[in-house]
């Protein structure tokens, strides 16, 4: 309502009174989410869609909400930026010596939940990897019989990695779903078979 008639502090204070927004639904966190974009709120404004992303994974929409808001506000937001060591919101990826790959997330929240790849600030794995960069190799297991050292290949932040796995998953997640739309091309293939495909797309979201 303040938005409308033109009184942006007002609306900017009324923003300061919702409190908890873990109450709130989908829907009713994206208006909260439109209403922060437009004051410019935008860290303010991925942490909610963050946080309605991973309470309701279930749900098509909520991941096309994330992934629209990163798309708006990419380079306006800190939080999406790169950073140089382990830390707090990273997403860290690991190779062990076979090549295979695992991400843990370093997450400040009570509710971390190691089988979606959190861990706790507090947990002694986070401990081992904040400081950590790119290329530094770390024993995480510990096991005094048989050392195996694992690789960092790879830091982000928690909200980025959050915008990729959507990005690349969402199809696979919600098959048939309208909002987003994927396809393979081949780089040497038919140029006019890339804009078939790209032309299909466009006209099936008119």
Same mark, same amino acid.
């Given at each position: ?47 909610? +869609? ?11 929409? =909520?991941? *096309?909400? /994330? #992934? ?18 382990? +830390? ?11 090549? =295979?790959? *695992?991400? /843990? #997330? ?33 024993? *995480? ?66």
């Amino acid at each position: 309502i303040f938005m409308r008639g033109g009184n942006a502090p007002e609306a900017e204070r009324a923003m300061e009174d919702i409190i908890d927004t873990d109450l709130l639904g989908v829907q009713y966190r994206k208006q909260v989410i439109g209403l922060l974009v437009s004051l410019e709120k935008f860290a303010p404004a991925l942490r909610i +869609a963050y946080e309605a992303r991973r309470k309701y994974f279930n749900e098509a929409e =909520a991941h *096309l909400i /994330y #992934i629209q808001l990163v798309l708006s506000c990419s380079e306006r937001s800190d939080l999406l930026s790169v950073p140089t060591a382990v +830390a707090l919101d990273s997403a860290v990826t690991l190779a062990d010596q076979s090549g =295979a790959k *695992l991400f /843990y #997330i370093i997450d400040d929240r009570k509710d971390a939940d190691p089988l979606k790849g959190e861990f706790n600030s507090t947990h002694e794995i986070s401990k081992r990897l904040i400081g950590k960069k790119v290329n530094d190799e770390i024993d *995480l297991k510990q096991n005094p019989i048989d050392p195996q050292l694992e690789r960092i290949t790879e830091i982000k932040s928690k909200y980025t990695y959050a915008f990729q796995y959507s990005l690349e998953n969402f199809e696979r997640l919600f098959p048939g779903y309208p909002g987003i739309h994927g396809f393979k091309t081949d780089p040497h293939g038919d140029a006019t078979k890339f804009k078939d495909k790209l032309l299909t797309i466009l006209e099936s979201t008119n």
